[in-house]
């Protein structure tokens, strides 16, 4: 009977062919240069996951319901690092991405629904991005429409001239500025009476804060996550032997990007959480003002900008290459950076038109902070299908890289725990 599941061969354990080291990763090389040789994917992708969106998210949480979700902050570290660890295996150990891995091992259709996830997930969050880069264009009276053309122009240049190297080097750069919220979040000198207090007082007959909830986790994991990282891995050519560095960057990753959502939550937590309460924010502005009045008006608000705009420009950069090259995976197409773009026309336009799309899409004036909440929780609405992928996927590698054993049973439980509160606490919301 075919159930459309590729079945493994001679030599193929798990529907993947058993992977083989490569000569282009000397094993004798020390490990501080080997770490700092394959560090890269992990932390893009986690400073790309504290993104305007998910900023804006934790800015809202804070002034709505002051430290009651930053256990939750932390919470989903571990989570983060076992996603993220497991798209990295996928990629190193299988050289493909994880459209591609669909498809091979549970059929096109299978493949063209994870695709079509990923892609409206995709959206939905350069949406979130744009409009953090137009509400900072907005703090300095700069017009919205010449800001999303410079945007896109210069991301544009970089991906059309620049190769992979390059751009994670500019992404990391530029979402660098995202550590200032550390320092904005210590300034903000919270009460540790009040986050105890907080820490332990679960709203649970609030819709509200089930909205919230959800957006968190959303904002956390996400589906273009897991296909990028998978893809850069293979796009950097890492091999077997570099699987402990790129786990260790993975993990500096989980821990960096959750503690600058948690810097964010705790400074509006102590300012506008703290003043009012149950306050709704309306506008990045008010958000900017929130975070940086102990700062100065002027400094606070440079301050606030470099840290918005810094984590917007990196996740626009890892939303559209990984959406742009899982395109072109399922059309069958190149997309390489190392390419030019009349050698891969496919993965670039596809690039470009997301950029472009949601570019005229944020000049429309939409309500900023309320859609970026959304798509957080659009996010965790898809994130059963995208994390059942994962796992079946690292459940059909060869050994010793599969999933399997006392690690497996408890992957699978975090994970589909994972799934069923991000349901619950979804669906609770948005029916309250």
């Known amino acids: 009977m075919d159930d459309g599941v590729t079945r493994p ?19 004798n090389r020390p490990r501080l240069r080997r770490f700092l040789a394959v560090a890269g994917p992990g932390i893009v992708v986690m400073l790309a996951d504290s993104d305007a969106g998910g900023m804006i998210t934790a800015a809202q949480s804070g002034a709505e319901w002051g430290y009651r979700l930053l256990p939750l902050q932390f919470l989903l570290v571990p989570l ?14 299988s050289r493909k991405g994880q459209a591609r891995l669909i498809r091979e091992n549970f059929g096109t259709g299978w493949a063209v629904a994870a695709t079509t996830a990923l892609l409206v997930a995709s959206l939905g969050a ?63 000198k919270p009460d540790l009476t009040a986050i105890m207090r907080d820490a332990i007082d679960v709203p649970a007959s609030e819709p509200r804060y089930f909205y919230l909830f959800a957006a968190n986790i959303g904002a956390a994991v996400m589906p ?32 960096l990007t959750q503690l600058v959502t948690a810097a964010v939550l705790v400074g509006t937590a102590a300012t506008i959480g703290a003043e009012r309460g149950g306050a709704s924010l309306t506008s990045v502005g008010e958000i900017a003002g929130a975070l940086t009045p ?43 950076l190392e390419r030019k773009p009349r050698e891969a026309p496919w993965f670039y336009a596809s690039y470009t038109a997301m950029l472009i799309a949601a570019a005229v899409f944020v000049t429309s004036g939409i309500d900023l902070v309320n859609l970026s909440v959304a798509v957080q929780v659009m996010n965790a609405l898809f994130l059963p299908l995208v994390l059942g992928f994962l796992f079946l996927l690292a ?12 690690y497996a049973c408890t992957v ?21």
């Open 9 to 27: 061969t001679a030599g193929d354990e798990g529907g993947m062919a058993e992977p083989r080291p490569s000569p282009q990763s000397p094993k």
């Open 80 to 93: 983060l690092y076992v996603v993220q660890e497991l798209s990295v295996r996928l990629g190193v150990v």
């Open 126 to 188: 350069l949406l979130t991005e744009f409009s953090g880069l137009a509400g900072v264009s907005a703090l300095f009276h700069v017009p919205v429409p010449l800001t999303m053309t410079l945007i896109v122009a210069a991301l544009s240049v970089m991906a059309y001239f620049g190769s992979y190297l390059t751009v994670e080097r500019i992404a990391i750069a530029i979402g660098a500025f995202e550590l200032v919220f550390l320092w904005v979040a210590l300034e903000a």
């Open 224 to 255: 273009w996550m897991i296909f990028y990282q998978q893809s850069a891995a293979v796009e950097k050519k890492l091999d077997l032997d570099d699987l402990p560095a790129a786990r260790l960057d993975t993990a500096l990753g989980a821990i």
């Open 294 to 336: 102990f700062l100065g008006t002027a400094a606070g608000t440079i301050i606030f900008a470099l840290g918005i705009t810094g984590s917007a420009i990196v996740a626009t950069i890892v939303v559209t290459l990984a959406a742009a090259r899982t395109i072109a995976d399922m059309l069958g197409f190149d997309h390489l």
């Open 395 to 406: 459940r059909r590698l060869p050994r010793p890289y599969r999933l399997e054993g006392i």
């Open 412 to 432: 699978a439980m975090l994970l589909a725990c994972t799934g069923l509160v991000a349901l619950f606490t979804a669906i609770a919301g948005i029916g309250g």
